[in-house]
């Protein structure tokens, strides 16, 4: 993405333009000098951190025959200010790499076979769903070109025969829009065995999206959408399992592309004197680090069982071992709004002469805790061993 700044009516310039990351490239008129400074359009610094970017003004895949020849621009990656002037963010999988990787990558060869064996099966059912039948004749197509093609003297041709497959093929006897055709001596009608759908074809194509989920790191109802067998504690593991693995992923993109963009923003703001900083501008760019740092709030995590998930945020909350922050962000909330939104509800119902909601309502307990012959009388303590005098 590049970050740029246009006049658009507004007083903060700064502005995103995405585009795809092929069209960063070497000029084709530089490309003998690729070497540890110039690979695959970024250029280097001795140190090895990418310095700049060569952006084509067009995609490869662009026809070839478009008005104008190519040109290529360099983008520095940040301006005279430190502010990012191109964001290129993948997540590496090896030492020196320089473009992402798709993970659709390792998905493609299943997923592949498996849209084969998909097509294989439509036209199959689709085959079988037709009605068609084969005639079986005693003679090979040889013997019956043969015995059908004439012989030079046209009085040798049984007329008879010939002028009755002439009448059955210009006025077939139908039936209630099925048609009858008279088959030659000893011909008869064969039906063609139709074995599908083929009953290995679920358990195959199961077994390929789990290889594909497994490739993409997410689970294998998720991609089917095939929710049947899943019960509270299957969910709960599969979603925390995933959930760790999309935090990782949300951080990585967010301070790595978000977090740029919102820095260049303010930097503008700060600027202009939209944004007040204690120092004034030059402050902001000795603690630019500490003043841009931001916390991006993305979908909350979702509950399988909200009452039980709520009691143990309860829990963990008093026990001091989760903060109720923390239990705000996890469900997508910003706390500030939380709390905004709070005091708002409690001077409109003050207003209206209501009393303060009781958040100390307790939900009826689920599970074990409703069978009264698992918990013990109030206000009795448990029994004591017996001890012996010795």
């Not at 060869?109 to 079986?136: G, N, T």
Request: proline share 7%; with cysteine.
């Amino acid at each position: 993405a590049e970050i740029r700044d246009d006049q658009r009516g507004i007083s903060n310039t700064t502005n995103v333009l995405l585009f795809e990351a092929e069209r960063i490239s070497t000029p084709s008129d530089r490309m003998l000098e690729e070497g540890p400074l110039l690979r695959n359009g970024i250029a280097f610094a001795s140190s090895g951190a990418p310095i700049g970017y060569y952006v084509a003004s067009r995609h490869p895949a662009d026809s070839a025959g478009r008005k104008g020849a190519d040109r290529w621009d360099y983008v520095p990656r940040f301006g005279k200010t430190g502010r990012a002037k191109l964001v290129h963010v993948f997540s590496p999988r090896f030492a020196e790499q320089n473009r992402g990787i798709s993970r659709l990558a390792e998905a493609m060869v299943p997923a592949k076979m498996l849209d084969r064996v998909d097509r294989a099966e439509v036209q199959a059912a689709l085959k079988a769903a037709i009605l068609s039948f084969f005639i079986k004749s005693p003679g090979s197509t040889d013997d019956l070109q043969q015995a059908l093609a004439p012989t030079g003297n046209d009085n040798e041709v049984d007329a008879w025969v010939e002028q009755y497959l002439d009448y059955r093929t210009k006025s077939p006897v139908r039936m209630d829009a099925a048609q009858i055709i008279h088959l030659l001596p000893d011909e008869d009608v064969v039906t063609p065995d139709a074995n599908h759908p083929n009953t290995n074809y679920p358990a195959f194509a199961r077994f390929v999206l789990q290889k594909v989920a497994a490739s993409l790191g997410i689970s294998y109802p998720q991609l089917s959408q095939d929710w049947s067998g899943i019960n509270y504690s299957s969910a709960r593991a599969l979603l925390n399992e995933l959930w760790r693995s999309f935090l990782e992923d949300r951080e990585f993109f967010t301070q790595q592309f978000c977090t740029p963009i919102y820095a260049a923003w303010l930097e503008v703001e700060v600027a202009n004197g939209d944004i007040m900083i204690p120092g004034g501008p030059p402050n902001f760019y000795r603690n630019k680090t500490a003043i841009c740092m931001a916390e991006w709030i993305g979908p909350g995590r979702g509950s399988v069982d909200p009452l039980k998930e709520a009691n143990a945020d309860n829990l963990d909350t008093a026990a001091g071992r989760k903060s109720t922050v923390e239990a705000i962000l996890e469900r997508g909330r910003d706390p500030s709004d939380v709390l905004a939104e709070e005091d708002w509800y409690l001077k409109e119902r003050a207003k209206r002469s209501m009393d303060a909601p009781n958040h100390n309502v307790k939900a009826a307990p689920t599970g074990a805790e409703d069978d009264p012959s698992e918990t013990e009388p109030a206000g009795v303590p448990p029994a004591q061993p017996e001890r012996r005098a010795a």
